[in-house]
């Protein structure tokens, strides 16, 4: 069973940065995704950046310009540097990872989360 853990959350003010690491107990590069998902109280999860096995990121347009994720194969860790942070930004940020095992005509598609970090921003 593969577990994720999340650390790195915290107290920050308005324009301050954290960077949230997701230490992974397989091999990062066996996934075919992994992203940072974020979630605040009433609201449902969301994407807030994806990377994918070829190194290709996307994120949340909320993100873009601010966040960066990243990976680090040495210590099979993903990480998300988060900059200029907002009130809006504050939630608790959960690490996502997609496997495929198979062939295309059989493939079994596994999905793991690990147990969430929170983010506070405050002013």
């Known amino acids: 069973q593969v577990q994720l853990v999340e650390s790195g959350g915290g107290l920050v003010q308005p324009g301050g940065s954290l960077r949230l690491s997701c230490a992974s107990s397989?091999?990062?590069?066996?996934?075919?995704?992994m992203a940072w998902y974020h979630q605040s109280p009433g609201k449902e999860r969301e994407l807030v950046a994806a990377?994918?096995?070829?190194?290709?990121?996307d994120y949340s347009d909320s993100a873009k310009g601010r966040f960066t994720i990243y990976r680090d194969a040495a210590t099979n860790t993903m990480y998300l540097q988060m900059n200029s942070l907002r009130i809006e930004d504050a939630a608790v940020y959960y690490c996502n990872a997609k496997k495929e095992v198979g062939p295309v005509e059989a493939v079994r598609k596994y999905e793991y989360w690990g147990q969430g970090t929170q983010v506070t921003v405050f002013s």
């Open positions: 990377i994918r096995s070829g190194g290709n990121a």
């Open positions: 397989a091999r990062i590069f066996s996934f075919k995704e």
